[in-house]
DNA sequence: TATGATTCGTACCAGCGAGTACGATTTCTG
DNA sequence: CAGAAATCGTACTCGCTGGTACGAATCATA
């Protein structure tokens, strides 16, 4: 998550980089410029981040920026995309377990708590609320592409007969519910996020209300 | 919540009001301008609110605004103020039935839902969410001050043998997931608002749930 | 090695909005 | 009725930011 040098080493002296870089650098220097933004978003929030700030902290210049991003709605979606697939990925490998189900929706409900009240999800969502174009993006490339992993999972759950679920949306909703509470809106509004006991309490005790309300148990 | 002079009507052709108001008015017209602000913040986000649209929308002079709000931070300041008011009194009226406690309860749910997806909420929030001090506004006159109420409310269940709650900060939160589950945060990205029959039946579910999760039933 | 491509840093322009100043107008008060 | 008070509308200053232009520097390539 970090991105700038560590302020503990020697001042850099190097001079800037100048001239047509080595070739083949090009994605690792994309990566270094979405790191500044996200940084620039974390500290100052949507309005504060600025193209000269962003091309300032990446030892870049505004006109790369605007030559890679188009403007500075096209630099915002690149940081949506590339924060979508990592948390999408997170998901996936966190439902794919083979494990129990209780211990994976255990697994699953702590990973979506510590995203969501992580510094850049809470950046991100911050800044989708003040820009419709960039709330579309992350609704469509965060909830409504993630959303649909969970909802496959736990329907398997009602076709094994661990779960009685007849509307996965719903499920999902549910369990989204009981493990978020207003954790998120909180957090967003400013509010320090819990840490990882906290997570771990929150999650476990959603997971056990949310198989308390699903369970399938024909004998009771 | 309409704030501007219905468009049906004919032109406005009476000239400005100018000159020093008549005595009294002072209160109305405050409201009008916070009317015209919110208006303005619903419309067009917080960094889209001017201090010149403002005055425009409520017919007055920039210096008013700067004069009585001091500025545009105070505006804002204000305006939360009051829609923090407006909330607190609605949910103690809620709360406040001597009704069947499942009644209150879905009462309560019900206003919950329509108040955290209604246009003067959403703005307020989006606004918060960029706004720091705004934000830790609304989180004090807001849900630090309605949170209690509920739990009060929870309390006095549990005290009467109502509900098994040891908790009553916790079992709020509860409440509050169930009920809100992720639809403020939809909302807040830009998804259309429930409608009065979603709202009322993911009110009552939520409910359900909620006594299920904590009723005292020694006789089960 | 010579030419072209790519990037950095700086300078520049245009627009916008917060906050201030001021004259004109109306109402209040003595 | 006369002066004070409050308000409106307009005009102005000032700083900031998105976006563009251009020379200088460096690397790739033939």
Not at 122 to 148: D, K, W
Not at 154 to 160: Q, R, T
Request: hydrophobic share 45%.
């Amino acid at each position: 998550m970090a991105s700038t040098s560590d302020p503990s080493l020697p001042p850099d002296t190097t001079p800037p980089r100048r001239g047509r870089p080595p070739a083949g650098a090009r994605d690792a220097r994309e990566a270094a410029i979405l790191d500044a933004a996200l940084q620039e978003l974390i500290e100052y929030g949507y309005e504060g981040v600025t193209m000269l700030g962003v091309a300032r902290r990446a030892s870049a210049s505004k006109q790369t920026l605007y030559a890679w991003f188009g403007d500075r709605d096209g630099l915002f979606a690149a940081l949506i995309a590339r924060n979508a697939d990592a948390s999408a990925t997170q998901v996936s490998s966190a439902l794919e377990s083979a494990a129990d189900p209780g211990e994976v929706l255990r697994h699953y409900a702590r990973g979506l708590l510590t995203l969501l009240t992580g510094p850049a999800s809470v950046a991100l969502n911050r800044a989708a609320m003040t820009s419709a174009p960039l709330a579309a993006r992350l609704l469509h490339e965060g909830r409504h592409r993630i959303g649909p992993l969970v909802e496959r999972y736990l329907a398997d759950l009602a076709d094994a007969g661990v779960l009685d679920v007849d509307d996965p949306e719903a499920a999902f909703e549910l369990l989204y519910g009981l493990v978020v509470q207003d954790t998120q809106i909180r957090v967003l509004l400013g509010e320090d996020p819990p840490d990882a006991a906290d997570v771990a309490a929150r999650a476990d005790r959603a997971v056990a209300r949310f198989l308390r309300l699903t369970a399938a148990n024909p004998g009771r």
